[in-house]
């Protein structure tokens, strides 16, 4: 039934379990920041329409959390059934962040389930906003954590290999790798950048069915402004990103960019294909511009693809992973400095049907550009599971069954998946948000934009 080998069919399901997980831990890492922002922007100005927010993207966040939960217990369990080799080899060396990563988890469950239990319980509404920190904390420290064993990967260090026997572990140095500074850095501002377009799109959505309230309008306006903002952090990541590669991953760099010859002032080469020959055709070039995204000079040297091994060379293919990432980052930096400039001007419409058009495809955009950055990173690591030390067909299992495991979890995917959207719908769509603030706040309830 299965004709591929272990390893591939080890591969397939990795990514799919990865790419699964990657939605939910997006929104995780980003939703909380969210929640903190509605509610303090709720409590400053005294403004119900914020603080509902903050209540109903807390309920909606719960059932995120609790699929996030079984896909990330389904990456430890696979960890070990699919990549044994790897997890004698390398388990020892970052079992430290595996383990704080679960330590931050659950002091992030801890503290949203007291907060989600204590609203309308304090005098002061700014304590039950201060539960919320908590919460931001958990999560971001799990986003740092497990991205530092990804970092790891792709820059492994405090450990000496003798023979197959690991000795000399460092743990603290394992962890802050040299990757994991500008990989946290880009994995926790993608995420607050894509948590706040998902929910701008769903603002965005509502708007365009005419469902005009205040309550909307004012969701629209606070996820947009956090879409700029975190969209500029996550450009900065970018580029740092892209300086780190040109040091310690210089072959992944060169993959993505179609860069084949070490030379000065490196043209940086956007969109286009490739012909039998490997040549680029179609493509946009821009003079020097991959030797400035690389250092910062437009005439430094930058190494090509003809120093790198062929049998360690990534798949060429990944250009379009990063032409894709990038394209959607800038997409949504503009549609975001749009709507803030029609907003700014009082003759402009930010309410226009086509910039709403724009703003409610954010939120899809940006969780393909969290995708199309992971197929990014980890292809562009092959043939390496830990780069220098272990290929990817040694670090896989020998064992027969793992296509049957590949069935059962697509299935297990399906069902979580039916089971989060029949959650979220029972949880809003028999409680709409003007309900809910006609019941919660009776004298805000039918006000209206001009009223």
Same mark, same amino acid.
């Given at each position: 039934?299965?004709?591929?080998?272990?390893?591939?069919?080890? &591969?397939?399901?990795?990514?799919?379990?990865?790419?699964?997980?990657?939605?939910?831990?997006?929104?995780?890492? +980003? $939703?909380?920041?969210?929640?903190?922002?509605?509610?303090?922007?709720?409590?400053?100005?005294?403004?119900?329409?914020?603080?509902?927010?903050?209540?109903?993207?807390? &309920? *909606?966040?719960?059932?995120?959390?609790?699929? *996030?939960?079984?896909?990330?217990?389904?990456?430890?369990?696979?960890?070990?059934?699919?990549?044994?080799?790897?997890?004698?080899?390398?388990?020892?060396?970052?079992?430290?962040?595996?383990?704080?990563?679960?330590?931050?988890?659950?002091?992030?469950?801890?503290?949203?389930?007291?907060?989600?239990?204590?609203?309308? &319980?304090? #005098?002061?509404?700014?304590?039950?906003?201060?539960?919320?920190?908590?919460?931001?904390?958990?999560?971001?420290?799990?986003?740092?954590?497990?991205?530092?064993?990804?970092?790891?990967? @792709?820059?492994?260090?405090?450990?000496?290999?003798?023979?197959? !026997?690991?000795?000399?572990?460092?743990?603290?140095?394992?962890?802050? @790798?040299?990757?994991?500074?500008?990989?946290?850095?880009?994995?926790?501002?993608?995420?607050?950048?894509?948590?706040?377009?998902?929910?701008?799109?769903?603002?965005?959505?509502?708007?365009?069915?005419? #469902?005009?309230?205040?309550?909307?309008?004012?969701?629209?306006?606070?996820?947009?402004?956090?879409?700029?903002?975190?969209? $500029?952090?996550?450009?900065?990541?970018?580029?740092?990103?892209? #300086?780190?590669?040109?040091?310690?991953?210089?072959?992944?760099?060169?993959?993505?960019?179609?860069?084949?010859? !070490?030379?000065?002032?490196?043209?940086?080469?956007?969109? +286009?294909?490739?012909?039998?020959?490997?040549?680029?055709? @179609?493509?946009?070039?821009?003079?020097?511009?991959?030797?400035?995204?690389?250092?910062?000079?437009?005439?430094?040297?930058?190494?090509?693809?003809?120093?790198?091994?062929?049998?360690?060379?990534?798949?060429?293919?990944?250009?379009?992973?990063?032409?894709?990432?990038?394209?959607? *980052?800038?997409?949504?930096?503009?549609?975001?400095?749009?709507?803030?400039?029609?907003?700014?001007?009082?003759?402009?419409?930010?309410?226009?049907?086509?910039?709403?058009?724009?703003?409610?495809?954010?939120?899809?955009?940006?969780?393909?550009?969290?995708?199309?950055?992971?197929?990014?990173?980890?292809?562009?690591?092959?043939?390496?599971?830990?780069?220098?030390?272990?290929?990817?067909?040694?670090?896989?299992?020998?064992?027969?069954?793992?296509?049957?495991?590949?069935?059962?979890? $697509?299935?297990?995917?399906?069902?979580?998946?039916?089971?989060?959207?029949?959650?979220?719908?029972?949880?809003? #769509?028999?409680?709409?948000?003007?309900?809910?603030?006609?019941?919660?706040?009776?004298?805000?309830?039918?006000?209206?934009?001009? @009223?």
């Amino acid at each position: 039934m299965f004709d591929l080998d272990s390893a591939t069919l080890s &591969r397939m399901l990795t990514a799919l379990t990865l790419g699964y997980h990657a939605i939910f831990a997006t929104l995780g890492v +980003g $939703i909380p920041v969210m929640i903190s922002i509605a509610e303090f922007i709720g409590i400053k100005k005294k403004d119900p329409h914020y603080t509902l927010l903050a209540r109903r993207w807390t &309920r *909606g966040f719960t059932i995120t959390v609790a699929v *996030g939960v079984v896909t990330g217990t389904a990456i430890g369990l696979q960890l070990s059934l699919l990549w044994p080799s790897f997890m004698q080899l390398a388990g020892k060396v970052i079992a430290l962040p595996l383990f704080m990563e679960t330590f931050a988890f659950f002091f992030e469950a801890i503290f949203l389930g007291i907060y989600l239990y204590t609203w309308d &319980r304090f #005098k002061n509404p700014m304590y039950h906003w201060l539960l919320s920190i908590p919460v931001v904390i958990g999560s971001t420290l799990s986003a740092f954590f497990i991205t530092s064993v990804n970092g790891f990967l @792709n820059t492994p260090q405090g450990f000496e290999l003798e023979g197959d !026997t690991v000795t000399s572990i460092q743990p603290l140095a394992a962890m802050f @790798n040299p990757a994991t500074p500008t990989k946290v850095f880009h994995v926790v501002s993608t995420s607050y950048l894509t948590a706040a377009a998902v929910l701008a799109t769903i603002a965005a959505i509502y708007l365009l069915k005419k #469902k005009n309230t205040l309550y909307h309008m004012k969701a629209l306006k606070v996820t947009v402004v956090s879409v700029f903002i975190f969209a $500029i952090a996550t450009a900065i990541a970018g580029d740092l990103s892209a #300086k780190f590669l040109a040091k310690e991953q210089p072959e992944k760099l060169a993959a993505g960019e179609w860069h084949f010859e !070490t030379e000065e002032g490196a043209d940086l080469v956007v969109f +286009g294909t490739l012909n039998e020959n490997q040549e680029v055709e @179609n493509a946009i070039r821009i003079p020097n511009g991959l030797s400035f995204l690389a250092y910062g000079d437009f005439n430094a040297e930058v190494t090509g693809l003809d120093q790198i091994p062929d049998d360690e060379e990534p798949p060429l293919w990944i250009h379009y992973m990063f032409d894709l990432m990038v394209t959607i *980052g800038f997409f949504t930096l503009g549609v975001s400095l749009m709507y803030l400039v029609f907003w700014k001007v009082k003759k402009w419409n930010e309410y226009h049907p086509l910039l709403l058009w724009g703003i409610a495809s954010l939120g899809p955009l940006s969780m393909a550009a969290v995708e199309f950055g992971w197929v990014f990173a980890e292809l562009g690591r092959q043939p390496w599971i830990l780069r220098g030390f272990m290929t990817v067909s040694e670090g896989a299992t020998t064992s027969p069954y793992v296509g049957w495991m590949l069935i059962l979890f $697509i299935g297990l995917y399906i069902v979580l998946s039916i089971g989060c959207v029949i959650a979220l719908r029972k949880i809003f #769509k028999g409680n709409p948000a003007e309900h809910e603030l006609e019941h919660r706040y009776p004298e805000v309830a039918a006000t209206k934009e001009g @009223n």
